[in-house]
Nanobody
Framework: QVQLVESGGGLVQAGGSLRLSCAAS????????KGWFRQAPGKEREFVAA????????YYADSVKGRFTISRNNAGNTVALEMNSLKPEDTAVYYC?????????????????????WGQGTQVTVSS
């Protein structure tokens, strides 16, 4: 069983930065894939970034590549999303998620159906 709690959302101007954090607990969290998704009003939830259970591999959506950075702490019970050069199109509710562990070298999941646990979401609004 995994519990996830996101924090760090807010209102920022275009070009600004925010750091989202997801505090997690649970027996299998430290050995699970962690991901961030976002969902804007009227749109499907979309993949943003993922990090392997060990933190050794990351994967980003093209829309955020070079601007966002996903990371985890050494214990594996916190996952963060550093967002820089924010754009109005980044406005959405951001969710952290946990999926099954992948073997080293295997591509990280990017589909929402591959993730098993979700946080409550945190709102990010970027003004122009």
């Amino acid at each position: 069983q995994v519990q996830l709690v996101e924090s760090g959302g807010g209102l920022v101007q275009a070009g600004g930065s925010l750091r989202l954090s997801c505090a997690a607990s649970g027996r299998t969290f430290s050995s699970s894939t962690k991901g961030w998704f976002r969902q804007a009003p009227g749109k499907e939830r979309e993949f943003v970034a993922a990090i392997s259970w060990s933190g050794g591999s990351t994967y980003y959506a093209d829309s955020v590549k070079g601007r966002f950075t996903i990371s985890r702490n050494n214990a594996g019970n916190t996952v963060a999303l550093e967002m820089n050069s924010l754009k109005p199109e980044d406005t959405a509710v951001y969710y952290c998620a946990v999926g099954p562990r992948r073997r080293d070298g295997v591509a990280l999941p990017r589909n929402r159906d591959e993730y098993d646990y979700w946080g409550q979401g945190t709102q990010v609004t970027v003004s122009s």
